[in-house]
Structure formats: C-alpha cells, structure tokens
C-alpha cells in the first residue's frame, strides 16, 4: 500500500520502522533496552543479529512488535545453503521477517542466475513458514544499471522487499535510489530505505519516494517529533529537492 506523508497517521508511520540493533558492539542489555523501546513506540519489527533472536523474541511477546533479523550479512558472500540455513534457525528461533544481502559481487559480475537462484533458495525457505524476505542491494558498490538488474532478480525469486543497503558500507538510502528501485519492481513489492535515514523529514521524504519500510536507530526522535507537528509545534524545513540527497 502507498503511503502518504501528508495524510500519514501515528500509527501508520511507526509500522513503517524497523527498530535496527545491528551493531556489533551492542550488549544483552543493549538489545533489551532497544525491545522496550521498539515496544512502547508500536513499531513494526526490532531487526536484531541472528545471536539475538531468541532474546528478542522473548522480550517482545506481549507487545504487537515482531522481531526481524539478517541473511548473509553485511557482505552477502555466503554460499547459498548457509544463508538457507542461517534463515531456518533464524525462523526456529522466532524471526518472522529475513533480511537477506545478495551476493554482491555475483552480481557485479553478471553471474545474474546464481544471484536469482541464491534470493529464490532464501525465499523459498522463508514463504514456506510465513515468514517474508527483504533483499538487501548495497547500492553504494552498484551501478544504476545492476540496481535494475537486482530489481528484477529479487522480484523474480519471490523477494517481499527490495532494500537500499546494510547501513555498513559508504553510503546508505538516497531518494534517487529509491525512485529508481520503486520504478523497477512491480507494485506488490515493497521497498526499504536503510542507511542514514535519521529524521523526520528524511522518514516522511523517503515515504514519498515510495518507502514501505525503514531501517531507522533515531526511532524515538522521528516519532516523538511526528506527535510534535500533530500538535502544530514547527520543524525544521523538510528536504524537498528533487536530487540524489543521501540520508
């Protein structure tokens, strides 16, 4: 479903964010603390390292959040049946959403069959239990043209989502990227912005672009700012140049 920045609700835009706790250093208790806030602001799902899965899982079992995790991250370079398996004990542990990098440098070498059968073997395990996948891109390695190309794989593997990036590599979601990902995949799939998306301005302009879902750490920041506007306290001009500007 498309959304509408202008029209957005609360509860609408925080089903937008995926609550991120990637980061390597990030402690037991760091991940229970980032549970309690994904839970309090009724996001979509904390996106948590595979190690975390089962604690998340179990912190957020009375809350309307549920837990994501990642595939072959953040490099993509798995071989396929370790990311099928990394996929299945993330199921087995309580994930119901995958994000899976593809093979970048498959890819980048035009090995697109490898790519799409690597996505579709992901897919696969992942629909045949409910859960549902977002193939992440990485486009700060990628052309424009193997950002199309990734487009087309993923959606003839069966991916859910088409995803900017890890938030690890140089560069993360730009509205150029963005625009140019929602052109290239049919409207039953969904597009993720991940990467430097920070604000709310950013959140509501990637909207725009066509985002369904967002990676976001400043979860509490976007929100607490959008109930703000709702009560007519002003915000800082949002971003409304129609470039590549990256969040």
């Known amino acids: 479903m498309r959304l509408d920045s202008k029209t957005i609700t609360y509860e609408q835009l925080a089903k937008v964010i995926d609550h991120s706790l990637l ?15 994904a839970a309090r602001y009724h996001v979509a799902t904390v996106c948590v390292k595979p190690c975390d899965v089962t604690l998340a899982k179990e912190a957020l079992k009375d809350s309307d959040v549920v837990v994501s995790t990642v595939v072959g991250f953040p490099h993509g370079s798995s071989v396929t049946s370790i990311k099928v398996a990394e996929a299945q004990q993330a199921m087995d542990d309580g994930a119901v959403e995958l994000d899976m990098v593809l093979n970048i440098g498959r890819l980048r070498s035009g090995q697109h069959d490898y790519v799409r059968e690597d996505i579709r073997a992901v897919c696969d395990a992942a629909h045949a239990r409910g859960a549902k996948v977002k193939v992440i891109f990485e486009n700060s390695y990628l052309s424009d043209e193997e ?101």
Request: net charge neutral.
């Open 147 to 247: 950002k199309i190309v990734a487009c087309k794989l993923s959606e003839a593997a069966g991916a859910d989502w088409v995803k900017t990036s890890t938030g690890f590599a140089s560069g993360g979601a730009t509205l150029e990227d963005l625009r140019l990902m929602r052109a290239s995949v049919s409207e039953h799939i969904q597009v993720k912005a991940a990467g430097g998306v920070r604000t709310l301005p950013a959140l509501l302009d990637v909207i725009d672009a066509g985002v369904t879902r967002c990676g976001a750490t400043a979860t509490a920041t976007i929100l607490d700012d959008f109930k703000r506007m709702k009560e007519g306290e002003p915000l800082a001009a949002r971003n409304t140049e129609s470039g590549s500007g990256s969040y």
């Open 23 to 37: 980061r390597p250093e990030l402690t037991k208790a760091d991940v229970l603390a980032g549970c309690e806030l």
